[in-house]
T-cell receptor, first 115, second 112 residues
Framework: DTGVSQDPRHKITKRGQNVTFRCDPI?????LYWYRQTLGQGPEFLTY????????KSRLLSDRFSAERPKGSFSTLEIQRTEQGDSAMYLC?????????????FGQGTRLTVV | DQQVKQNSPSLSVQEGRISILNCDYT??????FLWYKKYPAEGPTFLIS?????DKNEDGRFTVFLNKSAKHLSLHIVPSQPGDSAVYFC???????????FGPGTSLSVIP
């Protein structure tokens, strides 16, 4: 297992188009997180799954954003009707079962540019 | 409302000297604290963590100190090396570890 994998690495899209990103977590990790990072800021929490259940969704996530994790494995994040303000790095992370010592491992991110 | 603060956007340190990165938090419910390092074009990489029941955790050249009463933690890197040049994020989570809240980061430059 080579870690958390995100696809694509880069995406340029026109305003108003829909985009979908994919995240493949580390095998057997039951928690999966989506974060968004803009220039000069730390990653901002978007949403979190435990297995296939979406347990929490940030108020940063408007109705245009939707995330799924069918079968508790890979996850997708879809942005509908993209806006220029959606331009950011979208990071996925996963962590395993266990207690407080389980830290999240991040993928390399998908950089979205909305033109 | 920023729950995790890193008030120094950048820090420059001479190779071989100590680097001290500071972090403050406002949420007293945070119980677990982490430091991540990020190189350009890569995702953050876990560096070191500390539970609120401890006040110090050491891993090689990296030591994290936690002062719960002051809601303050710091990361010490000794000795600093040019390869340590990166953005360092302080992060925190509650006891259930459902999500991690990140600070804005401090860009460390270690000068050879």
């Amino acid at each position: 297992d080579t870690g958390v994998s995100q696809d694509p690495r880069h995406k340029i899209t026109k305003r108003g188009q829909n985009v979908t990103f994919r995240c493949d977590p580390i095998s057997e990790h039951n928690r999966l997180y989506w974060y968004r990072q803009t220039l000069g800021q730390g990653p901002e929490f978007l949403t979190y799954f435990q297995n296939e259940a979406q347990l929490e969704k940030s108020r940063l996530l408007s109705d245009r954003f939707s995330a799924e994790r069918p079968k508790g494995s890979f996850s997708t994040l879809e942005i509908q009707r993209t806006e220029q303000g959606d331009s950011a790095m979208y990071l996925c992370a996963s962590s395993g079962p266990g207690g407080i010592d389980t830290e999240a491992f991040f993928g390399q991110g998908t950089r979205l540019t909305v033109v | 409302d920023q729950q995790v603060k890193q008030n120094s956007p950048s820090l420059s340190v001479q190779e071989g000297r100590i680097s001290i990165l500071n972090c403050d938090y406002t949420n007293s419910m945070f119980d677990y604290f982490l430091w991540y390092k990020k190189y350009p074009a890569e995702g953050p990489t876990f560096l070191i963590s500390i539970s609120s029941i401890k006040d110090k955790n050491e891993d090689g050249r990296f030591t994290v100190f936690l002062n719960k009463s002051a809601k303050h933690l710091s990361l010490h890197i000794v000795p600093s090396q040019p390869g340590d040049s990166a953005v360092y994020f302080c992060a925190a989570s509650g006891t259930s570890y459902d999500k991690v809240i990140f600070g804005p980061g401090t860009s460390l430059s270690v000068i050879p």
